[in-house]
């Protein structure tokens, strides 16, 4: 007789919120509570750029400081929004429209201060070759920027040829790749091993929906990055001194 584990299945979607909660009070439960910056990420959430505006400028208003509000509430609100879609309680559609008004939000956060954060390092993001599906790739980058590096986006669907010459010609600190498709991360093998007989040994972190930490650790310049959050806090260890095993120490599950 087969007896099954009910325990030890795992579930990707939160059934019980599901079931509870709409999306909306899902989201509810997960805002910060500061009352200035609630605003900006039911905003964000909503995927209302004109009201993610209006939130920004009534926190400036208030004093607070332009640059500090992308990681305090920006960033806050967008964490909200990939939570839920983790979950399975959001789908991508609402993710790409909630990025579009952070990124709105980063900009205008920008624009209204006189502070130009130094440019920590170059980092190139691109999307694997085939691959058309470009959302993980513009929060990656997006946090990078937020971040204090300079951004080299290659898009999406990018050769692996093309990915070699631009390494070639920016000399970045790190890479980033993204896949969504199962039948496209392979092309990060092949940008790997053209990196490696070229001779360059820059980490080359991969992520999205397509990609796991054992397809990663498969290729010697690779570092799995769960969340794209993950990236600004790779490039700022490599900063640090950290190597592809450093990294691998640091962001794998072991």
């Known amino acids: 007789m087969l007896i099954v584990d009910k325990e030890g299945i795992l579930i990707r979607y939160n059934v019980k919120m599901e079931k509870s909660m ?19 990420a039911e905003a964000i959430f909503e995927g209302e750029e004109d009201d993610v505006i209006e939130g920004l400028e009534a926190a400036i208003a208030a004093g607070k400081d332009p640059i500090a509000l992308i990681d305090d509430a920006l960033m806050v609100g967008m964490k909200v929004v990939t939570d839920l879609y ?3 309680v959001i789908f991508l559609p609402n993710v790409m429209m909630s990025a579009d008004a952070m990124l709105e939000g980063i900009e205008f956060c920008k624009s209204q201060s006189t502070e130009t954060p130094v440019q920590k390092g170059k980092v190139i993001c691109m999307v694997a070759e085939g691959d058309v599906h470009d959302i993980g790739k513009s929060i990656v980058a997006a946090l990078l920027r937020a971040n204090g590096y300079e951004v080299i986006d290659l898009g999406r669907d990018v050769p692996s040829a093309e990915a070699l010459a631009a390494v070639k010609e920016h000399k970045p600190l790190m890479m980033t790749g993204t896949a969504l498709m199962t039948t496209t991360m392979y092309a ?7 990196l490696v007989e070229s001779g360059i040994t820059m980490p080359f972190a991969c992520g999205g929906g397509a990609v796991n930490q054992d397809f990663v650790s498969t290729y010697s310049l690779g570092v799995y990055g769960e969340e794209a959050a993950d990236a600004p806090k790779m490039a700022d260890a ?10 691998r120490a640091k962001f794998h599950n072991h």
Do not use: S
Not at 188 to 194: H, I, Q, R, S, T
Not at 238 to 247: H, M, P, R, S, W
């Open 86 to 88: 983790d979950q399975g």
């Open 188 to 194: 990060f093998k092949e940008v790997n091993d053209l």
């Open 22 to 40: 709409t999306p909306e009070e899902a989201a509810a439960e997960l805002y910060p509570k500061e009352e200035l910056y609630k605003p900006i």
């Open 238 to 247: 490599i900063l640090a001194g950290a190597d592809v095993a450093a990294l």
